[in-house]
């Protein structure tokens, strides 16, 4: 492995994943030069409360599925081996501990998870292991974001960096909710994960 690899973690449920997940990863990849990204489909996430997550297995052949066609891309089980709650502290030391201490390790995330980021476990920890991204996503503004980073590093003393992506107001509660009504979910997400919804039956 060569030194000073920039590997980018792509964190998240999944269920499914969709085109706002894959050009927040590529944006990331292009503006932080990464060597890499690893998807890392999480096992059983603490905050999706509400929902039964679909299994592990469907989640990460989707993921696998739509990352296919770009050879920067790469899938890791490690969450959905790891038993129990999937916390990203556990990811982020995992992925240290594995790849040695000449990666620098990024972690990708939308908006939306770092105003929830006061909440994980370890936070301060997990802002050690890597430089956290946070990427902008329709329905949290620019302003309330860089609010939100300056009191995370008042209080933590790291650095969340923000990054612009092309606005894409797709998620996945929105593919599943159009599923279960018989709605269309073409150019929403690669046709190939389209597919496999259809054929498995998923969110009906
Ligand atoms: P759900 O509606 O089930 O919560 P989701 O679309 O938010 O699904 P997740 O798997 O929860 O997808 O998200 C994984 C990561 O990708 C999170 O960090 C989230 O903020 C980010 N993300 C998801 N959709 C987008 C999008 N359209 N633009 C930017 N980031 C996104
Ligand atoms: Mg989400």
């Given amino acids: 492995m060569s030194n000073n690899e920039k590997v980018g973690i792509m964190g998240g449920t999944f269920d499914p994943i969709h085109y706002g997940h894959l050009v927040t990863a590529e944006t990331a990849r ?3 030069k990464l060597d890499r990204v690893i998807f890392t489909p999480a096992g059983r996430p603490p905050h999706k409360k509400g929902y039964a997550v679909t299994s592990s297995e469907d989640r990460y052949l989707m993921t696998m599925l739509a990352i296919n066609n770009n050879p920067f891309f790469e ?3 490690m969450e959905i081996e ?4 999937t916390y990203t502290v556990d990811t982020l030391e995992q992925f240290y501990n594995d790849l040695g201490k000449n990666v620098k390790l990024y972690f990708i995330s939308g908006a939306d998870a770092v105003f929830d980021i006061l909440t994980w476990k370890d936070v301060d920890k997990v802002l050690s292991y890597c430089t956290f991204i946070a990427a902008t996503r329709p329905g949290y503004p620019m302003e309330q974001l860089n609010q939100k980073l300056m009191q995370i590093r008042q209080i933590y003393g790291h650095q969340v960096v923000p990054m612009k992506v092309t606005s894409l107001d797709i998620s996945s509660t929105e593919i599943r ?3 279960k009504e018989g709605l269309s979910i073409k150019y929403l997400l690669p046709e190939s994960v389209e597919t496999y919804i259809r054929k498995s039956g998923l969110y009906r």
């Fill in 30 to 32: 292009t503006n932080f």
């Fill in 82 to 85: 790891r038993p129990g709650l």
């Fill in 177 to 179: 909710r159009r599923v």
């Fill in 75 to 77: 899938i890791s089980r």
